[in-house]
């Protein structure tokens, strides 16, 4: 190997991974806490701390499961490339995350009285959240 040649065959380093799971984790929480900031148990209540306290499990979650498919597509290589699948990947779970985060529901005539889940797909806090 002569000194200028690189070591690393194709795919790049997997810096890409914990990038993307940051923009997804970070956007997923913001659009959480601004759907929710009508109910009062929402991102406004004492406990807000929490939702953001979950980003960073998130974000490891987003961040295992992002170097997983990027292992799994430097074995199985895409038309559009490495960084296609990923941000697709990114996407998908970002999306994902939300979507288990839940939307508040406003009674008619009344205030919103649950609470965001602590974790995704875990069901609503607060007495609106209980079945």
């Known amino acids: 190997m002569t000194p200028g040649q690189s070591t690393r065959h194709g795919g790049g380093g997997y810096s890409l991974a914990p990038v993307l799971a940051a923009l997804g984790a970070y956007g997923g929480t913001v659009w959480t806490a601004r759907s929710w900031a009508s109910c009062p148990l ?71 009285v649950e609470g965001y889940p602590l974790f995704p797909f875990t069901g609503k806090t607060g007495p609106g959240g209980a079945p």
């Open 42 to 112: 929402g991102n406004d209540a004492s406990n807000h701390v929490g939702l953001w306290m979950t980003t960073a499990v998130v974000w490891l979650c987003l961040t295992l499961l992002l170097l997983l498919l990027q292992y799994a597509l430097r074995r199985l290589p895409l038309p559009g490339g490495q960084w296609l699948g990923l941000l697709t990947g990114a996407l998908a779970l970002t999306l994902l995350y939300r979507l288990g985060m839940d939307w508040p529901y406003h009674p008619p005539g009344g205030d919103c």
